[in-house]
């Protein structure tokens, strides 16, 4: 370092500004994490995206590389190429997305990676409903959450995981609740049921806040809205000016009964998100199962703004 100037008369000086925190980013070229980058490097951090190699020449990582993000092709397969990935990190941040071999398997070496370059913290790719008391067996997706959750837990890093309930984009196409045609919003079981519901852009960016927050605790839970299917039937007719109406489809013991009916005619069991899947997380959610413990952590970090349901929907008309 160079020697200060002292003295009476010298000027003030100005200490060097500390480096911003570094934070690794794994599935930074999906759909979320691509947004938890732009996230990051709002708030000033320093990004390193891990990509498979096959990924590195892609336009989703060419957009990282525009903002300023490091991009590292890495074969997660490679212990200690993941482990150097890791190191100076404050935080891996997870956003994979996949079956076994991505939410157990990938994540795993990437946890370990994390540990053995002494990075303090860790936050996996979870940002779902309430996985973490639903009964084996409920739901495919979220049984791999918690075989996952098993080892994080028992790994000496301080863990994450952020809930947001569903995000609420899916509203507008993938999920069949809103139904835009006909007019109506599909339920199953009670119509006042609460169900959290979170925008992806505003997961991202309380993402990209915890990340850089070295307090956080095991479980951040947060949710733009809590709406129930009647408040939704509401909503929706409020925001595209059209009445809708309810729509119960039955029972959750009838739900219950689609998706076993479903899986078997189209069992789709490589793909992530097979119709069956989305099912049996509206029968987490329906049944109250998944619901986000209040009281929720939206307060933490006062300068995100909470999209509404209303103004989701109002986008799409
Ligand atoms: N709450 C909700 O309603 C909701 C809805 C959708 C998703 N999610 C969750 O959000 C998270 C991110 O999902 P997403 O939709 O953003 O995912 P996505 O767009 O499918 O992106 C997945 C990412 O994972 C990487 N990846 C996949 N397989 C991998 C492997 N074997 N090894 C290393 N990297 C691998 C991909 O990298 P490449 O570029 O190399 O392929 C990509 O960057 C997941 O936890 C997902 O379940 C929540």
Known sequence: ????PTGPHSAPVTPPAAAPALIVLAGATGALGLLIAH????RGATVRALVRPAASPKAEAESLRLQGVEVLAVDYTDAAALTRACTGATCVVSALSGLREVIVEAQ??????????GVPRFIPSDYSADFTRLPEGSNRNFDLRREFMRRV???PIQA???LNGM????????????LAGPKRVLYWGDADQPLDFTTMVNTAEFTAAAALDATTPRYLRVAGEVASPRDLRATATAATGREFKLLRAGSLGFLGTMIKVTKTLMPAQDDVFPPWQG??????????????????DNGRYPDIRWTKVRDVLAGSK
Request: charged share 15%; glycine share 4%; no cysteine.
């Open 167 to 178: 995000f609420a984009d899916l509203l507008t196409g993938q999920a069949p609740v809103v």
């Open 39 to 42: 996230q990051l490097r709002q």
């Open 108 to 117: 795993t070496q990437l946890l370990e990676a994390a540990v053995a370059a």
């Open 160 to 162: 994450t995981s952020i």
């Open 279 to 296: 099912m049996q997380y509206l029968h987490n959610m329906l049944s109250g199962q998944a619901k986000l413990a209040e009281p929720l």
């Open 153 to 155: 837990d028992k790994a």
């Open 1 to 4: 370092m160079a020697p200060q």
